[in-house]
Nanobody, 124 residues
Framework: VQLQASGGGLVQPGGSLRLSCAAS????????MGWYRQAPGKQRELVAT???????NYADSVKGRFTISRDNTKNAIFLQMNSLKSEDTAVYYC???????????????????WGRGTLVTVSS
């Protein structure tokens, strides 16, 4: 099972970016998915999460500016980031609670998987 994130880049303050993350592999089902970020010299922090039913949760710092969405048919999540600020600069990671099929095909295992991260830089 892999999570592949994309969409990061350099953007000016006040600009927008859209991040994508897709899960692939021997997946039976996916529960909660989310985005986290880690700025230089800081701990990784929650940005937003979304359940398979569509319930969302946001960090206070991004409420009203970021929107998380999900496409269950593609095992994917998205993060629309608007009104970006310099303090949003970080590596953004996607995370998913996945019930995966065991390599031998005999049963399942539940694990939180992480993507590699995509860098978002907000600077003029």
């Amino acid at each position: 099972v892999q999570l592949q994130a994309s969409g990061g880049g350099l953007v000016q303050p006040g600009g927008s970016l859209r991040l994508s993350c897709a899960a692939s592999g021997r997946i039976f089902s996916i529960n909660i998915m989310g985005w986290y970020r880690q700025a230089p010299g800081k701990q990784r922090e929650l940005v937003a999460t979304i359940t398979n039913g569509g319930s969302t949760n946001y960090a206070d710092s991004v409420k009203g500016r970021f929107t998380i969405s999900r496409d269950n048919t593609k095992n994917a999540i998205f993060l629309q980031m608007n009104s970006l600020k310099s303090e949003d600069t970080a590596v953004y990671y996607c995370n998913a609670d996945i019930l995966a099929v065991r390599p031998d095909g005999d049963g399942y295992y539940d694990k939180y998987f992480w993507g590699r991260g995509t860098l978002v830089t907000v600077s003029s």
